[in-house]
């Protein structure tokens, strides 16, 4: 999930409001195509998914 400036609220200031409401949170995006095991395993290149990979390259 991406919120968008519109959305009124920062990322800190809702990882807080979910965590009050006792929903847990992380914040991280490594797509699959990037991690060892499956880079590797199954020769992924980050040409193969373009649209994961400009998510990523955005944080």
Do not use: C, N
Not at 32 to 50: A, I, M, N, S
């Amino acid at each position: 999930m991406r919120l968008k400036a519109e959305a009124g609220i920062s990322r800190d200031d809702f990882i807080l409001k979910m965590s009050e409401k006792g929903i847990g949170t992380s914040v991280h995006f490594i797509p699959l195509h990037r991690q060892p095991v499956w880079r590797d395993g199954y020769q992924l290149t980050p040409e193969q998914f373009p649209a994961a990979d400009a998510a990523f390259r955005l944080k």
